[in-house]
């Protein structure tokens, strides 16, 4: 059964990274759906360990658009724009040209749409709520759309018969086969905001349309040492503990 390792919102934490990739184990394609800079103290070394990942799909996340100079740092919090203008002083040449290289739309494999934000505004606009997902569904055409951004791990699942979207959060380490129209996100591996600081992802079976969020443990308090040690924001290391 082929096993499809999706990945979103790296914010530059290898530690994590390879957590996920260490508990994943071996998969035959890496969907991978934005936000590899930004936040954390180790692009580069994330860049380069993303771009190794068997048969990937990458799209480039607003992070990502804004480190190689495609928008306005005035469109981010103080923070984050202080993060960013480190990000665009360290990431290589090299590495900036893989990320101006990557999509800014919605990519379509097989049955499931993918992108960053949203389908309707794929760099930008954040699901974080029902009618907003409901909204959505109106603009991919497949069964399915993987989603970022948010960082958040959590199902947006149409319901035809109400005529209605629910938020699921399903609890992680299982499989769930996915039958209605749905948008998923695997959540965050480099900075989860849903209160659980594990790194978090998912496997996706396509055979079975069968859905497995997962999250893992890492070592936060080496990559809060590297984020201090590296002058970002210490804002930027504290939230890693509390997963906010
Ligand atoms: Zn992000």
């Known amino acids: 059964m082929t096993r499809i390792l999706v990945i979103s919102d790296i914010h530059a934490n290898l530690t994590a990274l390879e957590a996920v990739l260490a508990d994943a184990g071996e998969v035959d394609e890496t969907w991978c759906l934005g936000d590899l800079v930004g936040y954390g103290p180790d692009p580069n070394e994330c860049i380069h360990r993303i ?67 949203s389908p309707r505004d794929p760099i930008w606009e954040y699901v974080m709520n029902a009618l907003t997902a409901r909204i959505n569904l109106g603009f991919f055409s497949t069964p399915w759309c993987f989603i970022g951004h948010s960082h958040m791990q959590v199902v947006f699942q149409q319901c035809a018969r109400r005529d209605s979207v629910d938020i699921v959060v399903l609890p992680p380490g299982e499989g769930y086969e996915l039958t209605e129209r749905a948008i998923l996100n695997p959540g965050s591996v480099g900075q989860p905001r849903d209160r659980n600081p594990r790194a978090a992802y998912a496997l996706f079976y396509p055979e079975k349309n069968i859905w497995e969020p997962r999250r893992v443990e890492y070592d936060i308090q080496a990559v809060k040492t590297r984020i201090l040690e590296a002058g970002l924001p210490p804002r930027h290391a504290e939230r890693l503990a509390g997963g906010w």
């Open 51 to 117: 771009r190794s990942l068997p048969k990937l799909t990458c799209l480039i996340g607003n992070h990502d658009t804004a480190a190689i100079g495609n928008l306005a740092l005035v469109s981010f919090n103080h923070d984050a724009r202080r993060s960013l203008v480190w990000h665009k002083e360290t990431v290589t040449k090299k590495n900036l040209t893989f990320l101006t290289g990557l999509p800014s739309d919605v990519v379509v494999c097989g049955e499931v749409s993918l992108a960053h934000g």
